[in-house]
């Protein structure tokens, strides 16, 4: 009788008590795993009928030594409830299972089998392929990180923060830049029968906000980096004195106050990094002009620069003592000494007396006082030919300067009386 319980294979006549797949077109065809997998055909079964799972609860998948005794059926409660109360859920996984497994086995066993077992190793790549769409935008959309994560907040007393009107919380100000960018949203709404003319003039608005909320935290970004809140509360001279630098020359404050517009394109350690190189090149260039005059004097070896700076400034020395005593003598000379301050100019000599005695009593180099009387007198010649003519006098030469030296040219007969 016992044997009359048994199933066998119709392919390979092996026992198939314990699992078998039976036909579900063709009446008494049961096969092993083995001719199953194969795909054995015998009378009228074929490999491509439906078939069905046989199995009493006693197969195990795994094998008894790597499984701990886990049967077939517990095998597919398990799938059944991984899939029902996702992974993580283990109390709810073993309560579905059976009593017979704790929420520990439980896991233990998925893990093991399904995630690191040579199941999981095929269908688990090493890489997941994203398959979805990044919405977070990291070139700067309106998702973009750098307008959903919130910078930390500012570390200033609460007194500062009401005279900022400062949020920390929020990290936001009372009144930020555009005070008024959310009214061309806050009245928007999508109906169902919207035209295509109102929905485009909607995006427009919702696009305008975005690029409004983008300067908002670029001004913010560029007000931490360069630390314009403590600037503005008094604080930062607290810590210039902590931290004393290079002392920065008056051209120097020039040239940051020009390139004060980069300060948005820059942050501030760049800019930093940008000023001090321009500091490093203009040091260069000095050494290289120096070098250059060095070479033009002869001078090949930088011992021998010594020698000759210490030369240049005894024939300079020399020359500022001779000059200064040949003022002294010009004054004790008497009508020499009214000339000492333009006699060494260019043009001094093309002056007569009573020119040199002009240009010293107004403080005119030669040179110019020569430019100006051309000027004048070839006017006056055009004047006189018909030819009209459009003085255009240095803007050194004011107006008291100009009648000045119109009288005395109408005096020394260079021009007529009615030109004057």
Not at 116 to 121: P, Q, R, S
Request: charged residues 35%; hydrophobic residues 30%.
């Amino acid at each position: 009788m016992a044997e009359l319980g048994k199933k066998y294979c119709v392919y390979c006549l092996a026992e198939v008590s314990s699992l078998r797949f039976r036909c579900t077109e063709c009446a008494d065809i049961e096969l092993c795993p083995e001719c199953f997998s194969a795909g054995a055909e015998i009378g009228p079964h074929r490999r491509w009928h439906g078939y069905q799972l046989v199995d009493g609860g006693r197969f195990t998948l795994w094998g008894a030594e790597a499984e701990g005794g886990w049967s077939s059926r517990e095998e597919q409660l398990l799938l059944d409830a991984i899939e029902q109360f996702g992974f993580g859920n283990w109390e709810d996984m073993a309560a579905h299972v059976g009593a017979s497994r704790t929420p520990q086995e439980v896991m233990e066993h998925y893990v093991s089998m399904y995630i690191h077992g040579n199941l999981g190793k095929a269908c688990i790549p090493d890489t997941i392929p994203n398959r979805v769409t990044d919405h977070t935008c990291p070139s700067g959309g309106p998702l973009s990180p750098s307008l959903t994560t919130p910078l930390p907040p500012l570390d200033i007393s609460v007194a500062e923060q009401q005279q900022l009107g400062y949020m920390p919380l929020r990290d936001d100000y009372e009144i930020e830049y555009d005070q008024d960018a959310e009214t061309l949203i806050s009245g928007l709404s999508v109906n169902y029968d919207d035209d295509d003319v109102e929905i485009e003039l909607k995006r427009a608005h919702v696009d305008m906000y975005v690029r409004k909320l983008k300067e908002r935290q670029r001004r913010k970004n560029i007000a931490r980096d360069y630390n314009l809140v403590p600037a503005f509360l008094g604080k930062d001279k607290k810590d210039k004195e902590k931290t004393p630098k290079r002392k920065i020359t008056k051209e120097e404050k020039e040239l940051r106050l020009k390139l004060r517009p980069l300060y948005q394109f820059m942050s501030c350690k760049e800019f930093e990094d940008f000023f001090e190189n321009m500091h490093k090149e203009r040091i260069l260039r000095a050494k290289i002009r120096e070098l250059q005059r060095y070479r033009r004097n002869g001078i090949t070896k930088m011992e021998e620069s010594a020698e000759y700076e210490a030369a240049r400034h005894k024939r300079e020395k020399r020359k500022e003592n001779k000059n200064i005593a040949s003022s002294k003598r010009g004054k004790e000379d008497g009508k020499e000494g009214e000339f000492a301050a333009i006699e060494n100019l260019p043009g001094f000599e093309l002056l007569s007396d009573r020119e040199k005695v002009l240009c010293s009593s107004l403080n005119l180099s030669p040179a110019r006082y020569v430019t100006v009387k051309t000027i004048i007198i070839k006017d006056h010649l055009q004047k006189r030919q018909g030819i009209p003519s459009k003085s255009r006098l240095p803007s050194y030469l004011d107006k008291v300067l100009k009648k000045r030296i119109l009288n005395f040219l109408t005096e020394s007969g260079w021009i007529s009386r009615d030109a004057s």
